[in-house]
Nanobody, 128 residues
Framework: QDEMVASGGGSVQAGGSLRLSCVASRDTYSRNAMAWFRQSPGKEREGVAAIYINGGGTWLGDSAKGRFTIALDNAKSTLFLNMNRLKPEDTAEYYC?????????????????????RGRGTQVIVSS
């Protein structure tokens, strides 16, 4: 059974850092890629970062480049999103997702359709 639970969100001031974690079930981890998405009220879902589970690279969305990194701990079936230099516009609910991605990772992250297994999110609030 697919199950993904994100944690690590919270309230921080602009310029601060947070580390989000997502523990995935074995079934979820059998996909070939995982990603982080975020959504805030009134805005469309945004792909933040993606990674191939068995190596092969990562992809960061424009808002994440230079500030965020995505990583996997395969032994613990855990996905991470390290967020630095946070801005108020980073405020959103963040959730992890997994899927069998056939497109290039950046394309898959942009349209989100291939990441069809999604877990419960964690709220991030960045104050100015």
């Amino acid at each position: 059974q697919d199950e993904m639970v994100a944690s690590g969100g919270g309230s921080v001031q602009a310029g601060g850092s947070l580390r989000l974690s997502c523990v995935a079930s074995r079934d979820t981890y059998s996909r070939n890629a995982m990603a982080w998405f975020r959504q805030s009220p009134g805005k469309e879902r945004e792909g933040v970062a993606a990674i191939y589970i068995n190596g092969g690279g990562t992809w960061l969305g424009d808002s994440a480049k230079g500030r965020f990194t995505i990583a996997l701990d395969n032994a613990k079936s855990t996905l991470f999103l390290n967020m630095n230099r946070l801005k108020p516009e980073d405020t959103a609910e963040y959730y992890c997702a997994a899927g069998n991605v056939g497109d290039a990772l950046g394309i898959a992250l942009a349209n989100g359709k291939e990441f069809n297994t999604r877990g419960r999110g964690t709220q991030v609030i960045v104050s100015s």
